[in-house]
T-cell receptor, first 109, second 112 residues
Framework: GQNIDQPTEMTATEGAIVQINCTYQ??????LFWYQQHAGEAPTFLSY??LDGLEEKGRFSSFLSRSKGYSYLLLKELQMKDSASYLC??????????WGAGTKLIIKP | EADIYQTPRYLVIGTGKKITLECSQT?????MYWYQQDPGMELHLIHY???????EKGDLSSESTVSRIRTEHFPLTLESARPSHTSQYLC???????????FGPGTRLTVL
């Protein structure tokens, strides 16, 4: 079956750095997405990786290793507004997104 | 900013009622999707469409139907609502050649 694993919850301090990991097993691979979802709101797009390596976008970076079935989202200079759930999703061979349950990130002052 | 709209935002309804959740997008996207999401859980694909008159079932589609008569409109219908349908329903769209999905604000449905 298809499976996306990510930690259920993480806690970090304002101003610090946090890394959220995602491992996946899917039928085919056509890219990996990270989305941010604040409580009660819709997901918003953060990043897309289809090739191995690191993609940097401001305070957020995303890394992919296809051979290991592994990705991480790195958030730097954490702000209180970064408190949200972070969803990892993989596009399979049918171009459908398989979603992880999300990692709830709690930022403390 | 994504222009994708869902109505109603909140709906409380009794068991056995027929309901239609509306979704419209003004971006001209070919692809549209319906997801169901329970709190703290992953999104589950209910239905999707790759264009007008094209609809496909996802993982949780057996109790609902969709139509795609116009590019911008993708309504979801539950013929007979049950308490197990209580959830958040998210509509999304994407361009034909770009896999990034833009989400609407969601409809929170409660079936009593």
């Amino acid at each position: 079956g298809q499976n996306i694993d990510q930690p259920t919850e993480m806690t970090a301090t304002e101003g610090a750095i946090v890394q959220i990991n995602c491992t996946y097993q899917t039928s085919g691979f056509n890219g990996l997405f990270w989305y941010q979802q604040h409580a009660g709101e819709a997901p918003t797009f953060l990043s897309y990786n289809v090739l191995d390596g690191l993609e940097e976008k401001g305070r957020f970076s995303s890394f992919l290793s296809r051979s290991k079935g592994y990705s991480y989202l790195l958030l730097k200079e954490l702000q209180m507004k970064d408190s949200a759930s972070y969803l990892c999703a993989v596009m399979d061979s049918n171009y459908q997104l398989i979603w992880g349950a999300g990692t709830k990130l709690i930022i403390k002052p | 900013e994504a222009d994708i709209y869902q109505t109603p935002r909140y709906l409380v309804i009794g068991t056995g009622k027929k309901i239609t959740l509306e979704c419209s997008q003004t971006m001209g996207h070919d692809k549209m999707y319906w997801y169901q999401q329970d709190p703290g859980m992953e999104l589950h694909l209910i239905h999707y469409s790759y264009g007008v008159n094209s609809t496909e079932k996802g993982d949780l589609s057996s109790e609902s139907t969709v139509s795609r008569i116009r590019t911008e409109h993708f309504p979801l219908t539950l013929e007979s609502a049950r308490p197990s349908h209580t959830s958040q329903y998210l509509c999304a769209s994407s361009e034909r050649e770009n896999n990034e999905q833009f989400f609407g604000p969601g409809t929170r449905l409660t079936v009593l």
